[in-house]
């Protein structure tokens, strides 16, 4: 079965610390891999996804096929980074997407 | 802008009920979906559905059903609520292949 794996519940750190969030992949063929984000009070909603290769609020994340994984990086983290944030991964072909369980990231000034 | 509405943002039931949840979404999107979102436990699948009156189940379909008699609007049914179904509800649409569009979602606390 697939399984997305964030192993964080939760993340702290300074703001302007590097951050990493790590989420690893379980499907063995070409999947399109998504990080969302859910701000507090705001409704989920996709931040990125690896097959458009752009930075979005100065994260980024690559997906690396070796490893199975597609961590979630930005250089300098900000108060406003902090949220719930979501790996999901779609198979190709499935219209359907397999969440991670999440990683709460909280950015203290 | 994409626009996902969910009837309602709190909903308090008690165990027996039957509950209705309703989605709506105004963007023609053929795909529609329904998650459970709990802590620890991130996001799950219930239902989902392609097309009108189609629907397939999700990773966790047991006690629920679903229904999709018009294109924008794709209905969760708790048959008899269980405290165990006490969750956050979140509805989702997609055109094809892409982004999932989720609507606000709704709290229901089982009694």
């Known amino acids: 079965a697939q399984r997305v794996t964030q192993p964080e519940k939760l993340l702290s750190v300074f703001k302007g610390a590097p951050v990493e969030l790590k989420c690893n992949y379980s499907y063995s063929g070409s999947p399109e891999l998504f990080w969302y984000v859910q701000y507090s009070r705001q409704r989920l909603q996709l931040l990125l996804r690896?097959?458009s290769r752009e930075s979005i609020k100065g994260f980024t994340a690559d997906l690396n096929k070796g490893e199975t994984s597609f961590h979630l990086k930005k250089p300098f983290a900000q108060e406003e980074d902090s949220a719930m944030y979501y790996c999901a991964q779609r198979n190709t072909g499935f219209q359907k997407l397999v969440f991670g369980t999440g990683t709460r990231l909280l950015v203290s000034p | 802008d994409v626009k996902v509405t969910q009837s309602s943002r709190y909903l308090v039931k008690r165990t027996g009920e039957k509950v209705f949840l309703e989605c709506v979404q105004d963007?023609?999107?053929?795909?529609m979906f329904w998650y459970r979102q709990d802590p620890g436990l991130g996001l799950r699948l219930i239902y989902f559905?392609?097309?009108?009156?189609?629907?397939e189940k999700g990773d966790i379909p047991e006690g629920y059903s679903v229904s999709r008699e018009k294109k924008e609007r794709f209905s969760l049914i708790l048959e008899s609520a269980s405290t165990n179904q006490t969750s956050m509800y979140l509805c989702?649409?997609?055109?094809?292949?892409?982004?999932?569009?989720f609507g606000p979602g709704t709290r229901l606390t089982v009694l």
């Open positions: 690896h097959i």
């Open positions: 989702a649409s997609s055109l094809s292949y892409n982004e999932q569009f």
């Open positions: 963007m023609d999107h053929e795909n």
């Open positions: 559905s392609y097309d009108v009156k189609m629907k």
